[in-house]
Each structure stands twice: as C-alpha cells, then as structure tokens.
C-alpha cells in the first residue's frame, strides 16, 4: 500500500495505515527534529505531536504534493513555534544543558571515521537554524529544493540561497578544523 | 559524487522502541479528549440555543404582545364602544342666529335708479342655524 492510499484510509479513521505511516517515518521524523533542535527527548515529544497532527489533520491534505513533505512541513511548523516559545522563556535550562552534551551519544550508527563526523556535527550543530534546516532537507533528507520550499513555505530563491549560504558556512569551518585540528576550530 | 553526500555519515537518531506505542495511546487519549470536547461543545451550544429561544418567547409574551398591531386595533376598538356609551344630553349645541338687514343693502344701491333687486326665496328649506 502507498502512502496515497494510506492516508486515504488514515482520513477515514483507520487507525492501522496510521500506524503504518508512523513506522514508515518515525525514525526520519525524529532524526528530522533532532537536527531542528539538538534535544532528543524534545525531537522525540515533537515526532508524537507530529504524527497526532497528521491522524487529525489528514482531512486537509491534497495530494498535490507528497506525504512526506506534508509531514514534515508539520514536523517544521511545530518545531518553529517550540523554538519561538523556548526563545521567549529567555533561558538556557540545566536539561538542555545536559541533552546537549549527551548529543554525541544519542543513537550513534556510525562511528567510523569520528573525527571528521564529529567536525561536521559541530558545524552544523554552529549553524544557525535558518541554514541549517534547509541543508538537513536537501543534504540528509534528501528532497528537492521546491519540496523543501512547500514544506518550509518559503520561495524557491530563498531556499537555494539559504542553503548555498549554510553549506559555505559548513565548508569553511571545516576547512578550518581540518587545518587546525579537531578542537582549534571552536576556537 | 555530490561533496555533500557526506552529510548522511553523520550520526543518525533513531526513534525510541516504544515510540509506536507511545502514540498510539496518546492517540487514544486525545480522540477521548476531543470527543469530550465536541460534547461540551454541543451542549453548549444546545443550551445557549436554548436560552434564546426561551427569551425569545418570553419577550414575545410580555413585551412584544402589548405593541401588536392587533392588540392597538383591540385598544382602539375599546375606546370607540366607551365614547358610544356617553348620554346623548351630554352634546351640547349653541344655536347662533345672524340676522340681516336687507333695507340697508337696497338703501346703499338706492342711487343707481337702474337697479333693481329683486328678494325672493330661492330654497324651501328653512335657513339652518349655524352649530358651533
């Protein structure tokens, strides 16, 4: 069954292709909101509201694009209103502390060749959100750039400029940690 | 090869193994929740409904009832029988009574000797009197 016909089933009220569509994208999903925040447990909380979304809101989709963007637009959506409520609290709490630290042992699947994933993990981990998302949608995710302009709702120029800017930001930081060694570039 | 495909090396986060559960019975909960609400919902709105319409009915009974254009014809009507029912002694009439003096008409046209006025009666009805 395709995701078409799942979400048809799903606007119907059927809880089984829900649940196929959860398992068909939770880990994407998750991984998705753990780039947008750096929190896993918040990726994880937001990955549920998510998918809670999509079983409620499956009305309101139009297959004129594909499900996956649609999820991820909402994914997107939530995770743009938790950073605006976190930014609004004006405060770094210990937790967030903590779950940025342990980051680097969340779920690690590959470790090989570390040093250079550390490298672009901190990279990317320095960019800021605004570049960041779309270079995780185009470069993790895998979409086009008008797919990534559906799910962020922003014009397709904005995108690509966006994410030539992020992926420069990225190369030169790299450039410089790998001239310097691992640490010297956080200096 | 694209450079950046090296970006998918980098450490991927899986969901937890009992992340399917976990919505599914935040799933339930909220169906219940939502259910709960639209009930409210209804009733609230079957209530408020409700209300109008008994203030509705209330208005058109006590307030509405006394203006209708048939209750104003029923006034009037009353108050039509009530003058009909006053003695007739009750109507007064003064008679006036004007009398005129013709000689003094003939006597301001007595110079034109051509003149002649002739006074007869032209109604046989008796002259009315004027009612004030």
């Known amino acids: 069954m395709d995701d078409q016909e799942l979400i048809r089933q799903v606007q119907k009220g059927d809880e089984v292709a829900f649940g196929k569509i959860v398992s068909a994208y939770k880990d994407r999903i998750v991984n998705y909101l753990y780039q947008f925040t750096g929190d896993y447990q918040k990726a994880v909380e937001l990955s549920q509201e998510t998918f809670l979304r999509v079983y409620f809101k499956a009305g309101q989709y139009k297959p004129v694009a594909p499900l996956s963007s649609w999820i991820y637009a909402i994914a997107s959506n939530l995770a743009k209103t938790e950073m605006k409520k976190s930014r609004k609290l004006a405060a770094v709490s210990l937790d967030d502390i903590a779950a940025h630290d342990l980051r680097q042992n969340v779920h690690v699947e590959d470790p090989a060749d570390s040093g250079l994933i550390k490298n672009l993990r901190e990279a990317l981990d320095a960019l800021h959100p605004r570049y960041r998302i779309p270079v995780v949608l185009k470069d993790i995710e895998g979409f086009s750039q008008e797919e990534i302009a559906q799910i962020l709702k922003k014009p397709v120029g904005t995108i690509k400029a966006r994410i030539s800017r992020g992926r420069s930001f990225l190369k030169r930081r790299l450039e410089r940690a790998l001239a310097g060694g691992t640490y010297a570039a956080r200096a | ?132």
């Not at chain 2, 991927?12 to 609400?37: N, Y």
């Not at chain 2, 048939?70 to 009530?82: I, T």
Request: glycine fraction near 4%; proline fraction near 5%; charge should be neutral.
């Open chain 2, 1 to 132: 090869m694209n450079d950046w495909e090296i970006l998918k090396r980098l450490d991927m986060v899986k969901a937890p193994p009992d992340f399917e559960q976990t919505v599914m019975a935040r799933l339930s909960l909220r169906k219940r929740e939502e259910r709960r609400k639209r009930m409210i919902l209804r009733w609230s709105m079957a209530g408020s409904f409700a209300s109008l319409a008994a203030v509705f009915i209330l208005l058109n009974i006590f307030v509405f009832e006394g203006r209708s254009p048939s209750g104003l014809a029923e006034k009037e009507r009353d108050a039509a029988s009530a003058s009909s029912i006053l003695p007739a002694a009750e109507e007064r009439t003064i008679p006036i009574i004007e009398t005129l003096d013709y000689r003094t008409e003939i006597r301001s046209r007595s110079s034109d000797p051509e003149a002649i006025f002739l006074l007869e009666q032209i109604s046989d009805t008796t002259s009315g009197e004027i009612r004030y």
